[in-house]
């Protein structure tokens, strides 16, 4: 046998059943790696610019306020001085510490230690461990601890969710010291977290779950975090505490009740029943947060890797929202599913979490950020003919400018990982990695996804031996990978979602070459209806419609700024592809000189489409999209734009004469119209959120014009024993009784608005619903006011 074959001892091996019982895997460090030239290293670019334009003592003001100090300057607006004031500072040290371990720079390094230095200043002036800019907070803990807890899932005692606000300042913290490497960060934390301790000291864990309720983000995850670093028990006990046992019961019994719960909610919760999982060694928690992700990823996320409607859960089998709807998904909801992922996979080995992954960050996350004038984006619309808006440095305060900040700083998180003894190249990104611990680096060149192939160039310090696990993704079809060390064919046997496993003795100047075949694909949305999107490899294509009608693309500070509040296009007007489903990606066609552009004119049954030229999504901003495309075959094409002609017309007719609306029940549309209440609640039925009470409950209204005339109210037939008033500005509308009389359905009653309301003249209508004695109001489905 040649003696150079031997030499290379190639061993291509699967990664076996066996092999996810093998320890965890290890992240590298970002600072182990860096971008280089590709549309991730502009991303990071550019969200470096982003940060660098936000001034940090205005990210400080509230927690400055709330310490006694003197403010350095004034508060930014918009989220940060409306109840989640300080949310962003907690995100803005996070990504200051990914920014600056992804690229060294050093005025992102000045500012990660002047914001912790400041934060310092108010946690001793604090005196008890406490940092927060939650308004009122002092007095508002105070209470908890008492025990006077008053819990909603978007508010706690009346503030806007305290516990997921004080959740970025920990993550910011933790970040700063483990990410960052700034060990002031670590007392700080230690401070925090025994101030949480003691708050909830004497608390039950009856009362602690009640409390959970609120949207809390991923407390338990950072208690997990501080236990490793600590080993002290303490904070394991208290992460399982602050572990919300409605939503993890029913993980634990393989059990699928995520309909309408408020996603983002509750992606943060399975982050850390993992952490605890990881570092308690759970079994139990660990299937649960498997079991979550399997739910979610295959059941509920559409082809960009984003999943959730309006911020919520659509139905599992029924995705019609999702295409209706201008409110697609929140980029929040990719980033905390990003994280499950790397930890999912980290413990497993399973390529699979790389394959969500690789589709989430290349089609979602890299087209949340504006790619030259920066910016982030809160809903990625899948209605066909809508379009998105950006963040600007000085207005857009929402969630998803936090974890936006963080996204396009770590893009480096999981290209690679490694073991003892391999190390696994997981993401074909351009970029170099430097292995201190065993003096190797490697360097990707690729043009990936432009090209079909990367080129791996090894520098060791001296021969050594290891196996390097090169990953199979999904979208290769079975055989078609091809990878040569040094220009010689490695044999490589696998299977779906595996990893080709080359074990030799490397030296400096080994070159591995890997081919990477993409091909075109249709895929419909996860519950069959007809709706295609095409993929090409894990690069989901789009093509922009136009790029005129659309207000408010550089949101403002408004309240509702994030949301793309342009004129719906009717969905009969949509490009329809004419196919079937099997023949649909074969008929697009590559554009010449132009990688990933496709055009798909003998499929495209409007004329006025037929020239549009698909491409990768995150090349799409500025413009009207379209992602998934409704599909018929020739004979059912005119029945298909029928149905969608009739429902569309009542739609567009009565979102015409909308005023303003509200979804009772959901977190959003009730925090953005002042939702107050006194023994109320609310519930889901039919897939539908509701809101009721035995006391009352009420919305602030939007009359900008004044021109509000009636309001719909959408109600459930079969409420029985329900009596109440409804008032709109203290005037009486209504008194209604109801017995079940209407039977299984939902239905509207729609209510004239008094003359004495529209003489009043006011832009804001205050609606108020209010239970007689020994009753309850009906379940409120929907709200709408109309001119």
Request: with cysteine; aromatic share 10%.
């Amino acid at each position: 046998m040649n003696k150079n074959f031997v030499n290379l001892i190639f061993s291509v091996a699967l990664l076996s059943p066996a092999f996810a019982q093998e320890k965890p895997l290890k992240a590298f460090p970002l600072s182990a790696v860096r971008l280089t030239e590709s549309p991730f290293y502009n991303a990071q670019q550019t969200d470096m610019a982003y940060i660098l334009a936000m001034d940090p003592d205005r990210l400080l003001a509230p927690y400055l306020r709330e310490s006694g100090l003197k403010p350095l300057a004034a508060s930014y607006g918009n989220w940060e001085n409306t109840g989640l004031d300080g949310h962003i500072g907690g995100h803005y040290i996070s990504a200051l510490a990914d920014m600056y371990a992804s690229t060294g720079d050093k005025e992102i390094l000045r500012r990660l230690n002047y914001m912790v230095d400041w934060l310092d200043k108010c946690q001793q002036q604090n005196g008890d461990g406490y940092v927060s800019g939650v308004p009122g907070g002092r007095a508002m803990w105070k209470d908890i601890a008492a025990g006077k807890i008053k819990a909603a899932s978007f508010s706690l005692n009346d503030k806007w969710v305290p516990w997921y606000n004080i959740h970025k300042t920990y993550a910011g913290l933790k970040d700063a010291y483990l990410i960052g490497g700034n060990e002031k960060a670590r007392g700080m934390l230690l401070k925090l977290s025994d101030w949480c301790l003691n708050l909830v000291s004497g608390l039950s864990d009856t009362q602690i779950q009640d409390m959970l309720r609120s949207e809390h983000g991923g407390m338990n995850e950072i208690f997990a975090d501080v236990y490793e670093f600590t080993g002290d028990k303490k904070y394991l006990t208290l992460a399982r505490r602050f572990s919300d046992m409605a939503i993890l019961t029913p993980l634990l019994n393989k059990q699928d009740k995520l309909n309408g719960m408020h996603a983002n909610t509750q992606i943060p919760k399975v982050i850390g029943y993992m952490r605890v999982a990881q570092v308690a060694g759970d079994d139990s928690w660990r299937d649960a947060s498997r079991f979550f992700w399997e739910t979610v990823v295959n059941n509920r996320t559409v082809s960009i890797g984003g999943n959730s409607v309006s911020e919520h859960f659509n139905p599992s089998g029924d995705f019609s929202s999702m295409i209706e709807s201008k409110e697609g998904p929140e980029t929040c909801n990719t980033y905390n599913m990003l994280k499950l992922s790397k930890e999912l996979f980290l413990n497993d080995r399973s390529g699979k979490y790389l394959d969500f992954y690789e589709r989430a960050l290349y089609n979602h996350i890299l087209s949340s950020q504006h790619p030259d004038k920066g910016g982030f984006v809160y809903f990625t619309s899948m209605r066909p003919n809508h379009y998105r808006v950006y963040s600007e440095p000085q207005e857009g305060f929402w969630c998803c400018v936090g974890s936006g900040l963080e996204n396009h700083a770590k893009y480096g998180d999981v290209i690679y990982a490694h073991d003892d003894q391999s190390l696994f190249v997981n993401l074909f990104i351009p970029s170099t990695l430097n292995w201190k611990e065993r003096k190797l680096s490697l360097t990707q060149r690729t043009k990936f996804p432009y090209e079909e192939q990367t080129e791996i160039l090894v520098k060791v310090a001296r021969p050594q031996e290891f196996a390097l696990k090169i990953r199979v993704p999904k979208w290769v079809q079975g055989g078609s990978m091809k990878v040569l060390v040094n220009n010689k064919a490695v044999d490589v046997q696998h299977q779906e979602s595996g990893y080709v496993s080359v074990k030799r003795r490397w030296k400096t100047g080994d070159v591995v070459n890997v081919h990477l075949p993409m091909e075109t694909r249709a895929e419909q949305l996860p519950d069959g209806s007809p709706w295609v999107s095409f993929v090409h490899g894990p690069v989901v294509l789009a093509a922009a419609t136009q790029t005129a009608d659309l207000p408010g693309l550089r949101a403002d500070g408004s309240r509702m700024g994030h949301v793309a509040n342009g004129p719906l296009y009717p969905l009969d007007e949509a490009p329809f592809v004419v196919s079937n489903l099997a023949s649909a990606a074969g008929a697009l066609k590559p554009v010449d000189g132009k990688p990933l552009y496709f055009t798909a004119s003998d499929i495209i049954s409007d004329e006025k489409y037929r020239n549009l030229q698909l491409k990768p999504f995150h090349e799409v901003h500025d413009a009207r999209y379209i992602v998934y495309w409704p599909i018929a075959s020739p004979d059912a094409l005119g029945e298909m734009k029928a149905t969608l002609k009739g429902s569309e017309a009542r739609k567009m007719e009565t979102d015409k004469r909308t005023v303003d609306r509200i979804n009772p029940g959901q977190q959003q549309p009730e925090s953005d119209h002042g939702f107050k209440s006194e023994n109320s609640e609310m519930g889901i039925q039919s897939n539908r959120h509701f809101r009721n009470a035995t006391g009352w409950f009420s919305y602030d209204l939007k009359n900008p014009a004044k021109d509000a005339r009636s309001l719909r109210l959408t109600y459930y037939g079969k409420d029985t024993n329900r009596a109440f008033d409804i008032y709109l500005n203290d005037v009486k509308l209504a008194s209604e009784t109801f017995g079940g009389e209407k039977g299984d359905r939902f239905f509207d009653v729609d209510y004239e608005i008094p003359e004495a309301v529209i003489r009043q003249g006011k832009d804001k209508l205050t609606l108020r619903f209010e239970a007689k004695s020994g009753s309850r109001t009906a379940d409120i489905y929907f709200v709408r006011l109309l001119r």
